[in-house]
């Protein structure tokens, strides 16, 4: 039942807000997360008599260890380090840091924050009463662009280009037009972590890959990482597409540049593609930055 999802929701962030450090001592049946009746009753009973038996003989209880906790958290605590010391590589003279979020709130993250970056590193952690309302207060502020100024882009953002391969590139994903070869690259505006300024705009030309295209697509790509090469990578995904008119070239050339924009603003990208000739023929894509 939906109030049954809901309450495990509830149950589960209370939990995992109460998670301490594996070499902190915690009661030794660990952190208890009563079951529904509905879910209880729909687990084998073989299973049941286990988790029985690790909850001392006590029924629709789930036992969380802090051994359970950290193998379910690793892969985020290792994540986050990755993400902070990028950061602070590209950052001199960083002497303090602030954790914000609801799970700031979890003393399983400020310890493996204070271990790595404070004890091992000279870098005051703190941490505010209330590290969920920073959040939100920065969002809305965001959202009413109210003292800010910039963003730093959680993802990278380009469109997919089709380049063409020389003779010798044979290494590469290729697609045949009219006889030449090409491959589709993953054509970066801004990357991932970059710091842009709101309001700001990256202008990129293109020409159509024939001379008998009349319409050319754009496809806008986003990924987690930074510098991608291939649209085919993993992560990769395609947030916004737009199939743009284009008119033939009189003397029969090329010569039909094309404009791509990207416009960043306080919650979403806006991407304009449109020939030089014709300027006002644009085609909008919208990106939100979640």
């Known amino acids: 039942a939906r109030e049954d999802v809901f309450y495990l929701v509830e149950a589960w962030e209370q939990v995992k807000l109460a998670l301490k450090p594996r070499h902190l001592e915690q009661a030794a049946a ?14 084998p009973l073989p299973i049941q008599e286990t988790l029985k038996g690790e909850a001392n003989g006590r029924t629709r209880h789930l036992i969380l260890t802090p051994s359970d906790s950290e193998f379910i958290f690793a892969p985020q605590l290792t994540e986050i380090e990755g993400l902070v010391r990028d950061q602070l590589h590209r950052t001199s003279g960083c002497t303090k840091m602030i954790l914000v979020g609801g799970f700031a709130r979890s003393e399983l993250l400020q310890h493996f924050i204070r271990e790595r970056f404070e004890h091992g590193g000279g870098v005051q952690v703190f941490c505010p009463p209330n590290p969920a309302r920073s959040v939100v207060e920065g969002a809305i502020l965001c ?69 008998t295209d009349t319409t050319v697509s754009i496809t806008v790509l986003a990924c987690d990482h930074r510098h991608p090469s ?6 990769v995904e395609v947030v916004g597409t737009a199939s743009l008119p284009v008119a033939l070239d009189p003397a029969g050339g090329n010569n039909r540049p094309l404009d791509v924009e990207f416009h960043f603003g306080t919650t979403e990208i806006e991407v304009y593609a449109y020939e030089r000739r014709a300027p006002l023929a644009k085609q909008r894509i919208r990106v939100n930055y979640v």
């Open 143 to 211: 959202g009413l662009g109210q003292n800010v100024t910039s963003r730093c882009m959680r993802k990278t953002y380009g469109i997919k280009v089709n380049m063409r391969l020389l003779d010798d590139q044979t290494d590469l994903p290729e697609v045949m037009y009219d006889g030449n070869r090409y491959t589709p690259i993953f054509t970066v505006f801004v990357n991932a972590h970059d710091e842009v300024a709101l309001d700001a705009v990256i202008i990129k030309d293109f020409l159509p890959m024939r001379v």
């Open 230 to 235: 291939q649209p085919a990578e993993p992560g």
């Open 30 to 43: 660990g952190q208890r997360i009563p079951l529904p009746v509905a879910l209880w009753d729909s687990i």
